[in-house]
């Protein structure tokens, strides 16, 4: 991949999603942009791949490995009192440049697989207001579900800047998110039923296995504590509730998973910030099969990144008749959604 094109990347990187979220990435990603080294390195990622978020995972995941350097010390996942952000760039760079091999080897072995559990904020009452339409239990099909924790969205309880609770009211795991602009949608008290849950990912993440566990940790941002904690209680609730994870293209695979689901359950296809890492005949592909299971089926098509950012689509088919609404306008990390559908 040219260079330039990698430095722009690092710059948007920078300032659409590290600001007000990451100081450490946001000045990493900017000084990467201006140093042809590591652009060079990050070249090696797959196709597809967001860049910089694999390379500054693949650094991390080696950091939390155990790898003794000092760049560890600007970084708050490892350290208590990290030192000044604005002095980590040689330290990064030094590391890069001694652990090139295994950083190539990461970064063309591994996919950015994020389970950000909070977006399950605006997921609950997503599949309650799909619910509501059709008032039958819901199959879940998840599309790049790497360790299929939001595949528990029902397992989970919910607050939204009130004293009120919703969701698994004795849950382990306890997500907010502020409600800010638009329209209020319905929190039930208890979650919609739900009749299965299939996720589908190129390469299942196993949390037993300890290297995909430490993967995914990696690509927590190393500020963000409370991602930690929310993904390591998940995991803990996964081994109670575990999931059907299937290894494959999701897209390829849809039409067969989707003839094996009862009748008697309403599919509900969902993915999110996926569809930005497919391309475009891909994307295309994923909107004809949900077209023709419509013409089948009742069928719901939940997601974002498609054609657009930050905007949650839903697509659906009843009794044939095809709708399409945007639903919410969500924070990548799931912080906050302004609910934009009239309930």
């Known amino acids: 991949m040219d260079t ?3 430095s722009e990347r690092f710059k948007r990187f920078a300032e659409l999603e590290c600001s007000d979220s990451s100081r450490l990435y946001e000045f990493l990603a900017i000084e990467i942009s201006k140093d ?8 090696h990622c797959k196709q597809g791949q967001p860049v910089p978020n694999l390379l500054l995972a693949s650094v991390h995941y080696l950091l939390l490995s155990g790898i ?13 009192n990290p030192l000044p952000v604005e002095k980590v760039f040689p330290s990064f760079k030094d590391f890069c440049m001694q652990h ?33 339409k059709v008032h039958k239990p819901l199959s879940l ?14 397992k989970y309880s919910y607050s939204y800047g009130t004293d009120d609770t919703y969701g698994e009211q004795n849950s382990g795991v306890h997500l907010t998110a502020e409600l800010r602009n638009g329209n209020i949608p319905q929190f039930p008290p208890i979650s919609p039923p739900v009749y299965t849950k299939i996720g589908i990912d190129l390469h299942v993440i196993d949390l037993s296995n300890h290297h995909d566990y430490l993967w995914l940790k990696s690509l927590i ?8 904690e929310l993904f390591e209680k998940a ?63 009742d069928v719901f098509h939940l997601y974002n990144n ?23 306008l969500t924070d990548g990390h799931g912080r906050w959604f302004d609910w934009v559908v009239n309930i």
Not at 68 to 80: A, G, N, Q
Not at 107 to 112: I, K, N, P, T
Not at 264 to 278: G, R, W
Request: charge should be negative; proline fraction near 4%; charged fraction near 20%.
């Open 306 to 328: 498609i054609s657009d950012l930050g905007k949650l689509h839903l697509d659906y088919y009843i009794k044939g008749e095809e709708f399409n609404e945007i639903i919410a």
């Open 235 to 297: 995991a803990q609730l996964l081994n109670k509730n575990p999931v059907n994870l299937i290894e494959g293209d999701g897209v390829s695979l849809l039409p067969k998973i989707v003839e094996q689901i009862s009748q008697d359950s309403t599919v509900c296809i969902f993915h999110t910030h996926v569809a930005n890492q497919m391309p475009n005949e891909l994307k295309t592909q994923l909107i004809d099969h949900v077209k023709s299971i419509g013409a089948m089926r």
């Open 100 to 132: 090139q091999n295994e950083i190539i080897d990461l970064l063309q072995s591994r996919l950015v697989q994020t389970n950000e559990i909070r977006r399950c904020t605006y997921l609950y009452p997503s599949f309650s207001y799909i619910y509501n």
């Open 221 to 228: 941002w190393p500020e963000h504590k409370e991602r930690l």
């Open 36 to 43: 042809n080294e590591l652009l060079e390195l990050s070249s």
């Open 4 to 6: 330039a094109l990698l």
């Open 141 to 154: 099909i998840e599309i790049g579900t790497s360790a299929g924790l939001q595949l528990l969205w029902d």
């Open 68 to 80: 003794d350097h000092e760049l560890k010390e600007f970084y708050p996942s490892i350290t208590v």
